[in-house]
Nanobody
Framework: VQLQAFGGGTVQAGGSLRLSCAASGGPFSNYNAGWFRQAPGEDREFVGAVTWTGNTVYAGSVKDRFTISRDKAKKTVYLQMNRLKPEDSAVYYC??????????????????WGQGTEVTVSS
């Protein structure tokens, strides 16, 4: 499975962006899809994920602001980001895994990764 993330850009604080992660090269519907982000000088951190059954999980820092959805027909997962804050600035990565729900926040459980798309939130 190959993943391509896109949709990043620069937005003012309080604004919105939608990231997309398009899969190709194989079946994707039975994978969990996660979003991670990495700011300069920081470790990569979990943002949220959607399971292959449609359940969603979010990091506390983005819960109620970010929403993950997937379109299985289009083999695409979306990250809708609202009320963005400067601390949301990072390179965002999508990833795919078949890990069970208890391991979905751990990036080491993801087997396939997209190339990342940069999000900059100005204050």
């Amino acid at each position: 499975v190959q993943l391509q993330a896109f949709g990043g850009g620069t937005v003012q604080a309080g604004g919105s962006l939608r990231l997309s992660c398009a899969a190709s090269g194989g079946p994707f519907s039975n994978y969990n899809a996660g979003w991670f982000r990495q700011a300069p000088g920081e470790d990569r951190e979990f943002v949220g994920a959607v399971t292959w059954t449609g359940n969603t999980v979010y990091a506390g820092s983005v819960k109620d602001r970010f929403t993950i959805s997937r379109d299985k027909a289009k083999k695409t997962v979306y990250l809708q980001m609202n009320r963005l804050k400067p601390e949301d600035s990072a390179v965002y990565y999508c990833a795919a895994s078949r890990v069970v729900l208890s391991g979905i926040r751990d990036d080491s459980n993801y087997h396939y990764w997209g190339q990342g798309t940069e999000v900059t939130v100005s204050s």
